[in-house]
């Protein structure tokens, strides 16, 4: 690979779309204080959604379009058991990714949105759910693709996502104070570590509730409808 011509426009396009993606994405919720105050928490919802949704999207289609350009580095598509590793992957990754879902009126704006501070199901396994969730599913699809944009892709999410470890903490910070000082001593960024250590206790019946019942429906209905996923994007010319 010493003449590059493994990489292809797709792996900056999407370099691009990451970094564009995390600015929008990150720099919106920084800016969640000040937006609330001006045009109301409803308001800065929507505005939040209307900007990063089509980004999401759009990273999502472009991902699926290009996930075998440039370099093949490894194909594992055909040893035993890999299909079942990378679906059982995928499914542990949507159970840390989507807590943050559990609001579903907020997220809607129907109720007003709020910055919740939780030290329950999930959280008490990890204060990062999501950003464990995307390296999950970020080792999972980059073992099963092995191109080099894959690599490209997955590395930019992870790097995004351990930013957002920081930045969310100096956000949760800066809003509860000493409660949160609190919550940060008593969990972990890495998961388990503070059950491990002593400074928490996994609660198995927090998880028995209809949210992750609703993970569950969803991972299950993500597994038939991914197939057209992948055709309907495959026939976009990006």
Same mark, same amino acid.
């Given at each position: 690979?010493?003449?590059?011509?493994?990489?292809?426009?797709?792996?900056?396009?999407?370099?691009?779309?990451?970094?564009?993606?995390?600015?929008?994405?990150?720099?919106?919720?920084?800016?969640?204080?000040?937006?609330?105050?001006?045009?109301?928490?409803?308001?800065?919802?929507?505005?939040?959604?209307?900007? %990063?949704?089509?980004?999401?999207?759009?990273?999502?289609?472009? &991902?699926?379009? /290009?996930?075998?350009?440039?370099?093949?580095?490894?194909?594992?598509?055909?040893?035993?058991?890999?299909?079942?590793?990378?679906?059982?992957?995928?499914?542990? %990754?949507?159970?840390?990714?989507?807590?943050?879902?559990?609001?579903?009126?907020?997220?809607?704006?129907?109720?007003?949105?709020?910055? /919740?501070?939780?030290?329950?199901?999930?959280?008490?396994?990890?204060?990062?759910?999501?950003?464990?969730?995307?390296?999950?599913?970020?080792?999972?699809?980059?073992?099963?693709?092995?191109?080099?944009?894959?690599?490209?892709? %997955?590395?930019?999410?992870?790097?995004? /996502?351990?930013?957002?470890?920081? /930045?969310?903490?100096?956000?949760?910070?800066?809003?509860?104070?000493?409660?949160?000082?609190?919550?940060?001593?008593?969990?972990?960024?890495?998961?388990?570590?503070?059950?491990?250590?002593?400074?928490?206790?996994?609660?198995?019946?927090?998880?028995?509730?209809?949210?992750?019942?609703?993970?569950?429906? &969803?991972?299950?209905?993500?597994?038939?409808?991914?197939?057209?996923?992948?055709?309907?994007?495959?026939?976009?010319?990006?």
């Amino acid at each position: 690979m010493t003449d590059f011509t493994w990489l292809t426009p797709s792996h900056w396009i999407m370099v691009g779309l990451l970094v564009g993606f995390a600015i929008a994405h990150s720099g919106l919720a920084s800016l969640r204080p000040k937006g609330e105050k001006l045009i109301g928490a409803r308001a800065y919802r929507i505005l939040f959604a209307l900007v %990063s949704l089509p980004l999401a999207v759009t990273l999502i289609i472009y &991902f699926i379009i /290009h996930r075998y350009d440039g370099a093949q580095l490894w194909n594992l598509q055909g040893v035993t058991g890999m299909p079942a590793l990378v679906w059982w992957l995928s499914a542990i %990754s949507f159970v840390f990714l989507y807590p943050a879902t559990f609001n579903l009126l907020e997220i809607a704006a129907i109720q007003k949105p709020q910055v /919740h501070l939780y030290e329950t199901g999930i959280v008490r396994i990890t204060r990062h759910p999501q950003m464990v969730g995307q390296v999950i599913w970020c080792v999972a699809h980059t073992l099963w693709l092995g191109t080099t944009f894959t690599l490209v892709t %997955s590395a930019g999410l992870i790097a995004h /996502h351990l930013f957002a470890v920081w /930045h969310g903490d100096r956000r949760w910070g800066a809003r509860y104070g000493e409660a949160f000082a609190a919550v940060k001593a008593r969990t972990s960024v890495i998961p388990f570590w503070a059950i491990l250590q002593g400074r928490q206790t996994l609660k198995l019946q927090e998880f028995l509730t209809p949210a992750y019942v609703g993970i569950a429906a &969803f991972v299950l209905g993500f597994w038939w409808v991914h197939p057209y996923m992948v055709s309907a994007a495959q026939r976009l010319n990006w």
